[in-house]
């Protein structure tokens, strides 16, 4: 059974650092790749990075220059460096994984922005 866990999120004020963490088990089959979404209250759940399993990135403009996504060799553990965080990035933020047949959800991790 594949397992996606979400950690790392938290309460943080204005300017700084937190580091997500998306730990994935449980399948046989290589991850093609990981990202990272985000959903703030009555809005609409948005990209906020993907990684590939060729160490390809890709960021949403809100956050280019802020955040940084990575990964580890074995390729199961995903990471999301955000510095200098917005009361706008304040949401609950999600980790999808993809497979070559389908793709599995975290259940997430609030990440609190104050001003």
């Known amino acids: 059974q594949v397992r996606v866990a979400e950690s790392g999120g938290g309460l943080v004020q204005a300017g700084g650092s937190l580091r997500l963490s998306c730990a994935v088990s449980?399948?046989?089959?290589?991850?093609?790749?990981m990202g990272w979404y985000r959903q703030a209250p009555g809005k609409q759940r948005e990209l906020v990075a993907t990684i590939t399993s060729f160490d390809s990135t890709t960021y949403a403009d809100s956050v280019k220059g802020r955040f940084t996504i990575s990964r580890d060799n074995a390729g199961n553990t995903m990471y999301l460096q955000m510095n200098g965080l917005k009361p706008e990035d304040t949401a609950v933020y999600s980790c999808?994984?993809?497979?070559?047949?389908?793709?599995?959800w975290g259940q997430g991790t609030q990440v609190t922005v104050s001003s």
């Open positions: 999808n994984v993809v497979f070559a047949v389908r793709n599995y």
């Open positions: 449980g399948s046989a089959f290589s991850v093609r790749s």
